[in-house]
């Protein structure tokens, strides 16, 4: 698959790299280090996020400034990365040849050619791998982006994903120069107080259910309004409900308009959020999964997994 891959590359003229929409360290950092390495091929290459602006949080991520909301009219090959299905790219695609790079669950196998890793930690170790496979070089540069999406993805070698060959490869991007307290700092260490000041609000709004086995915890567009913070300053909220002893399935449902809701869901244990996701056309994997709903169904939504799920 690798070798079928890095052979469509080089065929190619004109690519584009797409990554998903609401990006996350693993989507950003495994495209930048895709493309720090392929540009030693002298292709032409788009790097596509729907935002408008990426998170402050990666501004550290070099080359993080190709990244461009809009793609040419003309390009010859697709790549995506981190996307578990095409919509997640947010780009509307015809005809062109794809290759599909992913470790979710859910993935659809949409690509022409699918490298998917479902036990790996992130989308950024299959880069890695590919890369290495394919005769390109991995500089310090590459190897920061890709040890960034790695540590992120991975809740810093937390998740249950993590085993042996995370660390081995951790360790080998640490060799090619990625510096682990570094990125950890500007990944962790530069909240803005009015993210905490969300956090607080996200803190009061817990409500257990089930024998306190399920956190359920709410934040509106109100909430948002008056800290001044953004959708994407709560996107680690949920996993302050995991932390409670009791909880084994944290959702979180946040507003990000005045007709929708995101449902966040992660769990311990064998709790698979990714069916609960699926039965709402969301996705993702067994211990981490989301979807979208409308704002008035969040009440049923709610009901209806406290009914069906099984602690
Ligand atoms: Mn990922």
Redesign the pocket.
């Known amino acids: 698959m690798f070798k079928k891959a890095i052979d469509l590359i080089q065929k190619s003229n004109s690519i584009a790299i797409l990554s998903h929409v609401n990006p996350?360290a693993?989507?950003i950092g495994s495209m930048l280090g895709l493309y720090i390495a392929l540009k030693t091929l002298k292709k032409k290459i788009y790097l596509f996020n729907t935002a408008d602006k990426i998170d402050k949080k990666y501004d550290f991520l070099p080359m993080l400034s190709k990244i461009k909301n809009s793609l040419p009219d003309r390009y010859d090959l697709i790549i995506t990365v981190?996307c578990a299905n095409l919509e997640r790219t947010g780009v509307n695609i015809k005809n062109l040849p794809i290759i599909n790079f992913d470790?979710?669950k859910t993935n659809t196998l949409f690509g022409d050619i699918n490298i998917i890793r479902e036990n790996f930690a992130?989308?950024s170790m299959i880069i890695y791998e590919f890369i290495q496979n394919s005769n390109l070089r991995i500089s310090p540069e590459c190897a920061t982006c890709l040890y960034a999406a790695l540590a992120d993805?991975s809740g810093f070698f937390q998740y249950k994903r993590v085993d042996k060959k995370t660390f081995e490869i951790a360790k080998n991007l640490v060799e090619y120069g990625a510096k682990p307290p570094k990125i950890a700092s500007f990944l962790n260490q530069r909240n803005s107080l009015a993210k905490i000041r969300l956090m607080q609000l996200y803190i009061n709004s817990i409500e257990l259910k089930k024998d306190a086995m399920i956190c359920i915890s709410k934040l509106t567009v109100e909430d948002y309004e008056k800290t001044g913070a953004t959708l994407s300053d709560s996107d680690t909220f949920v996993q302050i409900g995991l932390s409670l002893a009791t909880v084994k399935l944290s959702i979180f449902i946040y507003e990000i308009n005045s007709e929708k809701a995101k449902f966040s869901l992660r769990s311990k244990d064998n709790i698979d959020c990714s069916s609960i996701a699926l039965l709402y056309k969301g996705g993702g994997h067994s211990n981490a999964a989301g979807f979208t709903a409308n704002i008035k169904d969040i009440d049923d939504i709610i009901e209806n997994i406290l009914k069906k799920v099984s602690l």
Do not use: A, I, N
């Open positions: 996350d693993d989507t981190d470790h979710h992130s989308t993805d």
